[in-house]
Nanobody, 122 residues
Framework: QVQLVESGGGLVQAGGSLRLSCAAS????????LGWFRQAPGKGREFVGA??????DYSDSVRGRFTLSRDAAKNTVYLQMDSLKPEDTAIYYC?????????????????WGQGTQVTVSS
C-alpha cells in the first residue's frame, strides 16, 4: 500500500502562493489516482483536485488558481496554489486510490497522508 507524506503548508497572505508536495513510498504514483482534499475547521472534507494519469480534475472553488503536477522521478505530486484566499484555509490531505468512479469521491481513495496546514490571512 502506498504511504503518503504531505509538506509545504504554512501561513501566507491573501493573494499569495504555496506549493504543496505529496511524496509517496511503497508504490508508484503513476499507477494510481492521486487526489487532494481539504478540511476547514468545523467543516467536512472537501475535494480539491485529482490527477489520474494525465487527466486533472479540479473543484469549482479552485479551478484556475490551483494546478496539479507530477514528478515521476521523485514519485511526488505537487499542488501549486496561487491567488490564495482566506477561505482556502484548511488542512490539506493527499490521497491515493484506484482510477474508478468519480475522482471527487473520497471513498475511492485507500491511502491518506497525515495532512499539512494551510493558513491564508486577509
Amino acid at each position: 500500500q502506498v504511504q503518503l507524506v504531505e509538506s509545504g503548508g504554512g501561513l501566507v497572505q491573501a493573494g499569495g502562493s504555496l506549493r504543496l508536495s505529496c511524496a509517496a513510498s511503497g508504490g508508484l504514483l503513476t499507477d494510481v489516482r492521486l487526489g487532494w482534499f481539504r478540511q476547514a475547521p468545523g467543516k467536512g472534507r472537501e475535494f480539491v483536485g485529482a490527477l489520474t494519469g494525465s487527466i486533472t480534475d479540479y473543484s469549482d472553488s479552485v479551478r484556475g488558481r490551483f494546478t496539479l503536477s507530477r514528478d515521476a522521478a521523485k514519485n511526488t505530486v505537487y499542488l501549486q496554489m496561487d491567488s490564495l484566499k482566506p477561505e482556502d484555509t484548511a488542512i490539506y490531505y493527499c490521497a491515493a486510490g484506484y482510477s474508478i468512479g468519480a475522482a471527487s469521491l473520497d471513498a475511492t481513495y485507500v491511502s491518506w497522508g497525515q495532512g499539512t496546514q494551510v493558513t491564508v490571512s486577509s
